[in-house]
């Protein structure tokens, strides 16, 4: 289902319905926080929150390393946004992520600050040697020029490979959910349920935990002197 309210198209007012929960979310969770007694055990929403963060870092240490609670923040925001925005259809709304643009700004963003990472780790020179150059520093000046040029494309192609992933895989679940919903109900009614979790909730997190472990395999690469 689309909305269009103000003059904002479909896309427009799902993010904002998206960051308008986030935000909402993520204030009854710091008072509940402020509210529990550290003294005993955590319960409900603290324990889940809890679990979710512990995961988290464990797991963005294994994929960074020690500096992985700076980035937490980061890798965390992202996250919480793209669960959230995937698993809008699941209230019959369509997911801002089945907008490529929307996809190609997370991207974008995140490869700034990958980048912005990498450059105070190493600063400007330490870092478009690495990134760009790499192993080629000693080349011959022709061969380091064409690596990199390949590196450029690289870099560019990171941010078609991520948006487009993301993009692709969320808007194909949304058309054939779209697709079954025309068929007849006795056929739809079996099979909307099915594919609904599945594209909805399975993807939604699957593709959610893809687009984070490529964030952390370039933010280790970009900030690897980080300390």
């Known amino acids: 289902m689309d909305i269009s309210i103000f003059g904002l198209t479909p ?5 904002i319905i998206v960051t308008l929960f ?4 993520l204030i009854i969770v710091s008072i509940k926080i402020k509210q529990a007694d550290p003294s005993k055990p955590s319960k409900g929403l603290v324990l889940v929150m809890e679990l979710i963060f512990t995961g988290v870092s ?5 994929q960074i390393g020690e500096v992985a609670p700076r980035h937490l923040p980061f890798i965390l ?5 793209l669960v959230s925005a995937n698993l809008l259809g ?13 996809t190609l700004a997370l991207t974008i963003i995140t490869l700034m600050y990958i980048m912005f990472s990498g450059l105070f780790a ?3 020179g330490g870092y478009l040697k690495d990134v760009y150059v790499g192993a080629a520093a000693s080349a011959p000046i022709v061969i380091k020029q064409f690596i990199i040029f390949i590196n450029m494309m690289g870099e560019l192609f990171k941010t078609v490979s991520l948006s487009f992933r993301l993009f692709g895989n969320i808007m ?19 099979l909307f349920p099915a594919l609904n979790a599945y594209f909805d909730i399975f993807a939604g997190l699957m593709q959610t935990v893809i687009f984070c472990t490529l964030m952390m395999m370039w933010l280790k690469t970009a900030a690897a002197n980080e300390s």
Do not use: C, H, Q
Not at 22 to 25: E, G, M, N, S, T
Not at 58 to 62: C, G, I, R, T, V
Not at 77 to 81: D, E, S, V
């Open 122 to 124: 190493k600063g400007i």
């Open 90 to 102: 699941l209230i019959g709304l369509r997911a801002p992520t089945t907008d490529y643009m929307i």
């Open 58 to 62: 464990n797991y963005a240490k294994e």
């Open 172 to 190: 194909s679940g949304a058309m054939l959910l779209s697709l079954v919903s025309l068929l007849p109900i006795y056929v739809s009614l079996p």
């Open 22 to 25: 986030l935000a909402l979310f």
């Open 11 to 15: 896309t427009a007012v799902n993010v």
């Open 77 to 81: 925001t992202i996250g919480l946004y």
